[in-house]
T-cell receptor, first 113, second 116 residues
Framework: NAGVTQTPKFQVLKTGQSMTLQCAQD?????MSWYRQDPGMGLRLIHY???????DQGEVPNGYNVSRSTTEDFPLRLLSAAPSQTSVYFC????????????FGPGTRLLVL | GDSVTQMEGPVTLSEEAFLTINCTYT??????LFWYVQYPGEGLQLLLK?????DKGSNKGFEATYRKETTSFHLEKGSVQVSDSAVYFC???????????????FGGGTRVLVKP
């Protein structure tokens, strides 16, 4: 099992550019989510999905878009990158039960100039 | 809304010292509580968890007890090693509904550095 994989590992964007952060899991998990990690702020939830075709907003959704067409994949789209989106992005998945353990990917470090 | 507060770091210790990282929370009802650890250059991984009051989670010599009366979930280890150097995150998920049960609210993280 590869677990949760994310690509790319590192990306530099210019303000206004768009890009997609990829996330995939091979554990047949129902639940997937995206977090951003900023210094001193822990991780904050951007968007999440409780199954294929179902997504919802988290704490900081503005400027990001998601879709879930398959159980395995949950891409995160930045529509028009801004310097405030410079961060480390983590994808996570879980089987979906109460108090379930979240499995995290290795992260994507994004720098927006 | 839900929130988690944990002590700010960095915490610098010598090998074999005792480690405590305080964590308190605010939540509706009775959440599940977690400690996640992030080693340098890696993603987060679960260290331990507790899903109801008075439960004790333990793993790799670390322990934390779910204290409802003080809304706390302090992390402890009796004798740390250099390999325990990492950032530790306290987190909760509430039980309002199934989706909420999988959404984590994190504290700010505590960096721990263990020196030989």
């Amino acid at each position: 099992n590869a677990g949760v994989t994310q690509t790319p590992k590192f990306q530099v964007l210019k303000t206004g550019q768009s890009m997609t952060l990829q996330c995939a899991q091979d554990m047949n998990h129902e639940y997937m989510s995206w977090y951003r990690q900023d210094p001193g702020m822990g991780l904050r939830l951007i968007h999440y999905s409780v199954g294929a075709g179902i997504t919802d907003q988290g704490e900081v959704p503005n400027g990001y878009n998601v879709s879930r067409s398959t159980t395995e994949d949950f891409p995160l789209r930045l529509l028009s990158a801004a310097p405030s989106q410079t961060s480390v992005y983590f994808c996570a998945s879980s089987y979906g039960g109460w108090g379930a353990t979240q499995y995290f990917g290795p992260g994507t470090r994004l720098l927006v100039l | 809304g839900d929130s988690v507060t944990q002590m700010e770091g960095p915490v610098t210790l010598s090998e074999e010292a005792f480690l405590t990282i305080n964590c308190t929370y605010t939540a509706t009802g009775y959440p599940s509580l977690f400690w996640y650890v992030q080693y340098p250059g890696e993603g987060l991984q679960l260290l331990l968890k507790a899903t109801k009051a008075d439960d004790k989670g333990s793993n790799k010599g670390f322990e934390a007890t779910y204290r409802k009366e003080t809304t706390s979930f302090h992390l402890e280890k009796g004798s740390v090693q250099v390999s325990d150097s990492a950032v530790y995150f306290c987190a909760l998920s509430d039980h309002r509904n199934k989706a909420a049960g999988n959404k984590l609210t994190f504290g700010g993280g505590t960096r721990v550095l263990v020196k030989p």
